[in-house]
């Protein structure tokens, strides 16, 4: 399973990349393979300073070795070996009118001191942060996230759209990071759901993610927009980094699993703005923006 799914996401990094190229039409992806002393490694694609995306990653990794002692505790285990593989992405476009997206799709396991697996598992899912709500790509995102699932459970979605809503939230600012989209972890075999069933489950969300997200940013990049707009981007940038560096299970396992810093913290945007005590005006777009954050809307139910 380890090797089919790492072949699996070898192919959609270079799907998605090479999509995002020809979209962007200015940059490229530049290419970082890199090595974990501890065993494994992974290869990064970071794009910078584009027509369309100011900055974004779409890294593959697998690591395997000792399961550190801080993440012994974390998932409640004794001495394990483990395997992890995943493709991560993060794209922060240029404009505001264009959303930022994170998908991470991920597979581990865990073996016992004779090399047995003891225990595995899928994760993952999709996710798109807007900066002005545009309630047509909103209801494209999550309907295309819903075809995904209805293929496989047709309980998926509304399980996987409700923990995305509650995993990807600032719970210190009492909003959404974004509108969400699908979350799933510890997808095991169950008795309706075996692993290789697990395996196309994740990879339908997988391959449904460039027909999820690029229309959104085709339709919007050209759309002209206000250095004030810019300046809101930048200030919601900041609640993304609040996200990613204090609740983000990834990012703590790659640090507590002395991952590459480097490519673990490429979700971070290039410009970011924090401004104290800041409020969007009474009746505005951007208060619109914050009032659906608050308040999750059920957006495939009304496409």
Same mark, same amino acid.
């Given at each position: 399973?380890?090797?089919? +799914? ?11 990349? @090479? @999509? #995002? ?12 393979? *890199? ?27 697998? &690591? !395997? ?14 001495? &394990?070996?483990? +395997?992890?593989?995943?493709? /991560? #992405?993060?794209?922060?476009?240029? @404009? ?10 991920? =597979? ?12 595995? *598992? ?20 999550? /309907? ?37 989209? #699908?979350?799933?972890? =510890? ?11 697990? =395996? ?13 997200? $690029? ?7 050209? #759309? ?22 204090? !609740?983000?299970?990834? $990012? ?22 924090? &401004? =104290?005590? !800041? ?25």
């Amino acid at each position: 399973m380890k090797n089919q +799914f790492y072949n699996y996401i070898e192919g959609l990094q270079d799907q998605i990349t @090479s @999509s #995002l190229e020809a979209i962007d039409g200015l940059a490229k992806f530049e290419e970082d393979l *890199w090595v974990r002393k501890e065993g494994g490694g992974g290869r990064t694609r970071i794009i910078q300073n584009g027509a369309v995306f100011e900055k974004g990653g779409v890294n593959i990794s697998k &690591v !395997h070795g000792p399961l550190p002692p801080a993440m012994q505790a974390y998932f409640n285990v004794g001495e &394990v070996d483990f +395997f992890a593989c995943g493709l /991560s #992405l993060v794209i922060h476009p240029k @404009s505001p009118m264009v959303p930022t997206v994170h998908a991470n799709w991920r =597979y581990f396991e865990m073996y016992d001191k004779e090399g047995a697996i003891v225990d595995q *598992w899928f994760g993952g899912g999709q996710d798109l942060t807007p900066y002005y709500l545009f309630e047509e790509d909103a209801k494209h995102f999550h /309907s295309v996230c819903k075809s995904a699932c209805d293929k496989h459970d047709k309980n998926f979605y509304e399980d996987y759209k409700k923990r995305c809503d509650e995993y990807f939230y600032n719970s210190h600012r009492n909003e959404g990071r974004g509108i969400g989209g #699908l979350f799933f972890d =510890y997808c095991k075999a169950n008795d309706t759901m075996d692993m290789q069933q697990w =395996y196309a489950f994740v990879t339908e969300v997988g391959d449904s993610f460039l027909e999820a997200y $690029t229309p959104i940013v085709e339709k919007r990049k050209t #759309l002209t927009y206000t250095e004030a707009q810019r300046d809101w981007q930048e200030i919601r940038r900041g609640r993304y980094v609040e996200f990613n560096l204090v !609740h983000d299970k990834g $990012t703590l396992f790659g640090l507590k699993t002395n991952g590459r810093i480097e490519s673990i913290l490429m979700s971070l945007p290039a410009h970011v703005q924090w &401004v =104290y005590d !800041h409020h969007p005006e009474k009746g505005s777009e951007e208060e619109k923006l914050i009032e659906v954050l608050k308040n999750p809307i059920e957006w495939a139910a009304s496409a």
